[in-house]
């Protein structure tokens, strides 16, 4: 089992970027071998998809609220995900949730619930 934990988040204006980081680690793990992805959720709100990557990070998908916005980028040396996050709008102000899954994605989404979360990390975006 893959142990995720989520940094960057914080308090931004609209318009502004943040850039939000997943360090995995676990004694067996293989980072390589996990698709990875964001997801977001607001207060009453179920958790919605924002982003994923593919376990080789040749491929990225987005959800249509962030496309052109939000970056999602890995390092398999470093055993880490991004999430750039730019143009922030107030919409974007959520909890922020690191995922992770061997399952390759279909169709740029994962194909079951991620077997791994991080705690989450906040994200407010307010004027």
């Known amino acids: 089992q893959v142990q995720l934990a989520e940094f960057g988040g914080g308090l931004a204006q609209p318009g502004d970027s943040l850039r939000l980081s997943c360090i995995a680690s676990?004694?067996?793990?293989?980072?390589?071998?996990?698709?990875m992805g964001w997801f977001r959720q607001g207060v009453g709100d179920v958790r919605e998809f924002v982003a994923a990557?593919?376990?080789?990070?040749?491929?990225?998908y987005y959800a249509d609220a962030v496309k052109g916005r939000f970056t999602i980028s890995r390092d398999n040396a470093k055993n880490t995900v991004d999430l750039q996050m730019n143009s922030l709008e107030i919409n974007d102000t959520r909890v922020y949730y690191c995922?992770?899954?061997?399952?390759?994605?279909?169709?740029?989404?994962?194909?079951?619930?991620?077997?791994?979360w991080g705690q989450g990390i906040q994200v407010t975006v307010s004027s």
């Open positions: 995922a992770a899954d061997v399952s390759p994605l279909l169709n740029g989404r994962f194909t079951r619930v991620p077997r791994s």
């Open positions: 676990g004694r067996t793990v293989t980072f390589s071998r996990y698709a």
């Open positions: 990557i593919t376990q080789n990070g040749l491929a990225t």
